[in-house]
């Protein structure tokens, strides 16, 4: 019998590369500085997920930022100045991503894994094409090359928009969804695979609920690590995510529970 998941799609910043999530936030609060505006990186990673276009509307109609805003600039945020914005923050975002496009550990393995059971691999992402130029070939040549890649901008609305990971299952002749696994550490990514109708499995660890890089994260207390931990998995769960891991290195037990009650059903 052939093995009962047809294809997982996976998300990357946080989830297959980037441990912490690291490049958005670093080009957001890098280009608010640009305009002598102070973003923390809490509000930054308020909205991650979404496309760098919705995530600039989103976090310019942020109340605390919105003030800010305006009290600099003298009046609120036009969508003028959201695609000025944008324009500066896509090189950022290219530079910055580039920089950290190393693979999550067990991210190849896990590829690997699945694709020796039959699973098709595809992905999405809130980046653009041009955002994912030097992403796409430092990760193949790290081990990790999924069939499909789906960048924001690519349908017609982002997350929590299904149409990224219907896009990516039509490429993959992959269905039902029901049959199929999105993957994400972002709640946005995991309520775009609810919406779906696939199952969703979230990551804690290496993603923007905790956003902290592997070295940070890792030199926590056990207690302070647990307690972060803990509040990254309400927050996924809150969004739906079926299950909920620390990393992509333990996932593939978990895809063998839901292939187990994918058969049963």
Known sequence: MSFPIRAVIFDWAGTMIDFGCMAPVEAMVGVFAEEG???????ARRDMGKAK????RALLAEPGVSTRWAAKMGGPASEA???????????AMTAAAARTSRLIPGA??????????????????????EMMADILPAAAAQGYAPEIVVCA?????GRPAPLMTWKALIALDAWPARACIKVDDAPVGIEEGRAAGCWTVGLSASGNEVGLDAAA???????????????????????????????????LPVVHEIAARVGAA
Not at 37 to 43: D, G, N, T
Not at 81 to 91: A, H, N
């Open 81 to 91: 100045d959201v695609e000025r914005l944008y324009q500066r923050l896509v090189p």
């Open 53 to 56: 276009l919705d995530h600039l």
């Open 217 to 251: 994260f890792y030199a926590l207390a056990p207690d302070e690590r647990r307690a972060r931990l803990a509040r990254a998995e309400t927050s996924l769960k809150d969004a739906g995510a079926d299950y909920v891991i620390e990393d992509v290195s333990q996932l």
């Open 37 to 43: 505006l102070a973003l923390s990186a809490a509000e």
């Open 153 to 157: 901008g690519e349908t017609p609305s």
């Open 108 to 129: 190849a393995e896990a590829a690997a894994e699945l694709r020796a059971l039959g699973v098709r691999i595809g992905s999405g992402t809130g980046y653009t094409r």
